[in-house]
C-alpha cells in the first residue's frame, strides 16, 4: 500500500518561499500525486497535481524527482493568507476500494508577519 | 465556492435521533464522496460512488448509511450515533473517467455534527 508521510508543522513569514515535502516511497508507476489546502471548518481545495519533474500553476509549483518516491509542494512568496493545513494525496491504483485513495496525515503551516 | 453544497452546516443530535446529511454538486461529476474529518485527524474517506456504483467499505459502522439517487446528490442516513462520531463530514466530487483514485476532488463546506 502507498503511504504517505508529511511534516505536521511549519513557519514562516510573509513574503518567504515555503516547501512541504510528501514522501511516497510505495507509489505505483502510474499514480498521481495531488495536494490541497484546507482552512478551518473549510472542505479542502484542489492546489496542484503531478506525475514526474515539475509541474506550475499559477498558485504553485510541485516538484517530482525520478525516483517520485517523494514530491515537494512550493509555495512562492506566502502571504498571512496561506496560512493552512496542507495535504498530500497519493492516489493507489494497485489497490481496490478505499485503498485506492491515501491521504496524508497534513502539514499546519502557520504565516507570520 | 466550489459548486459541491451541503446541508446543514451545523447539526445537533442526541444517539437515539435519525437525521440526514444531504450533498448536491453542481459540476457535472459523476463521482462523489463522504468524508470524515474529527479533530487534529486528517480525512478519513467513509463512502465512495462511482458511476452510481457504491464503492463498499466494511470498516464504516452501519449506523452510517449513504444514498446517492442520482449522480448529482448524495445523503449520508445517520441513526443511533454516538459521541465520538462528532466531527466535520465533507462531500465530494470528481470527474470519474475511469480511475476515480487520479481525480481531482471538489469539497463542500462540510457539516458540523455533534453528538450529545
Known amino acids: 500500500l502507498a503511504k504517505t508521510t508529511q511534516p505536521i508543522s511549519m513557519d514562516s513569514y510573509e513574503g518567504q518561499e515555503v516547501n512541504i515535502t510528501c514522501s511516497h516511497n510505495?507509489?505505483?508507476?502510474?499514480?498521481?500525486i495531488t495536494w490541497y489546502q484546507q482552512f478551518p471548518s473549510q472542505g479542502p481545495r484542489f492546489i496542484i497535481q503531478?506525475?514526474?519533474t515539475k509541474v506550475t500553476n499559477e498558485v504553485a509549483s510541485l516538484f517530482i524527482p525520478a525516483d517520485r518516491k517523494s514530491s515537494t509542494l512550493s509555495l512562492p512568496r506566502v502571504s498571512l493568507s496561506d496560512t493552512a493545513v496542507y495535504y498530500c494525496?497519493?492516489?493507489?491504483?494497485?489497490?481496490?476500494?478505499?485503498?485506492?485513495?491515501?491521504f496524508g496525515t497534513g502539514t499546519r503551516l502557520l504565516v507570520s508577519p | 465556492e466550489t459548486g459541491v453544497t451541503q446541508t446543514p452546516r451545523h447539526l445537533v443530535m442526541g444517539m437515539t435521533n435519525k437525521k440526514s446529511l444531504k450533498c448536491e454538486q453542481h459540476?457535472?461529476?459523476?463521482?462523489m464522496y463522504w468524508y470524515k474529518q474529527s479533530a487534529k485527524k486528517p480525512l478519513e474517506l467513509m463512502f465512495v460512488y462511482s458511476l452510481e456504483e457504491r464503492v463498499e467499505n466494511n470498516s464504516v459502522p452501519s449506523r452510517f448509511s449513504p444514498e446517492c439517487p442520482n449522480s448529482s446528490h448524495l445523503f449520508l442516513h445517520l441513526h443511533t450515533l454516538q459521541p465520538e462520531d462528532s466531527a466535520l463530514y465533507l462531500c465530494?466530487?470528481?470527474?470519474?473517467?475511469?480511475?476515480?483514485?487520479?481525480?481531482?476532488?471538489?469539497f463542500g463546506p462540510g457539516t458540523r455534527l455533534t453528538v450529545l
Open positions: 465530494a466530487s470528481s470527474q470519474d473517467e475511469g480511475q476515480w483514485s487520479a481525480d481531482t476532488q471538489y
Open positions: 459540476l457535472g461529476h459523476n463521482a
Open positions: 503531478g506525475y514526474k
Open positions: 494525496l497519493v492516489g493507489d491504483s494497485r489497490n481496490t476500494g478505499f485503498q485506492k485513495l491515501v
Open positions: 510505495n507509489i505505483a508507476t502510474n499514480d498521481y
